[in-house]
């Protein structure tokens, strides 16, 4: 996990509710991605950037909403409009050099 | 489209024999293929790649994988199973021929080595 950290480990929401997940790294990856993992599905991509000022959608992208304004920082906003956000979010970075994705520890966010 | 099987949710092993973790692969253009593991409430770990050269990939922790092209898989191999192996294991896939980075994941393997 190290470089890449992520804030809160465990967050509760209430329902209506915008929440942001923090993900930063010091790696100087410029890629970086955001998962979520739902038990027994694996991950599914919600938003990647693969550099600052641009990124994706993903697989599963309703609800989230995201920013790259900075090379290190990529948080994931969590709207309202989610109707099933509990789960386990996970943000990557690839390195350029070595084509290897490495995860942050996750943060786990539960809908009250 | 890209896509991963782990046929099995789960894998049961006795310590000190070997373990193998299935995964099969599905991708237009040529894979790159990953496997990673996860403990409880973590991240993932990176065990090991296979992009190109040597179908056999030897990664971290004493684990190794065989990339198999005729049949499309990379299945998960230790000579001799730890306690401590018992995770959950991911394999997973992406294009080599696209500029899309991100991976796409099996549902996960469940490895059990019981003392």
């Known amino acids: 996990d190290g470089g890449i950290t992520q804030s809160p480990k465990y967050l509760f929401r209430k329902e209506g509710q915008n929440v942001t997940l923090s993900c930063e790294q010091n790696?100087?990856?410029?890629?970086m991605y955001w998962y979520r993992q739902d038990p027994g599905q694996g991950l599914r991509l919600i938003y990647y950037?693969?550099?600052?000022?641009?990124?994706q959608k993903g697989d599963i992208a309703e609800g989230y909403s995201v920013s790259r304004e900075k090379k290190e920082s990529f948080p994931l906003t969590v709207t309202s409009a989610q109707k099933n956000p509990t789960a386990f979010y996970l943000c990557?970075?690839?390195?350029?050099?070595?084509?290897?994705?490495?995860f942050g520890p996750g943060t786990r966010l539960t809908v009250l | 489209a890209q896509s991963v099987a782990q046929p099995e949710d789960q894998v049961n092993v006795a310590e000190g024999n070997p373990l193998t973790v299935k995964c099969t692969y599905s991708?237009?253009?040529?894979?790159?293929l990953f496997w990673y593991v996860q403990y409880p409430n973590r991240g993932l770990q990176f065990l090991l790649k296979?992009?190109?050269?040597?179908?056999l990939v030897k990664g971290s922790y004493g684990f190794e994988a065989e990339f198999n092209k005729s049949q499309t898989s990379f299945h998960l191999k230790k000579p001799s199973a730890l306690v401590s192996d018992s995770a959950l294991y991911f394999c997973a896939v992406r294009d080599g021929g696209t500029g899309r980075r991100a991976l796409t994941f099996g549902s996960g393997t469940r490895l059990q080595v019981q003392p």
């Open positions: 950037s693969q550099i600052v000022n641009d990124f």
């Open positions: 296979y992009i190109t050269g040597d179908n």
């Open positions: 790696l100087n990856h410029d890629a």
């Open positions: 991708v237009s253009g040529n894979p790159y």
């Open positions: 990557a970075t690839t390195s350029g050099s070595t084509d290897t994705q490495y």
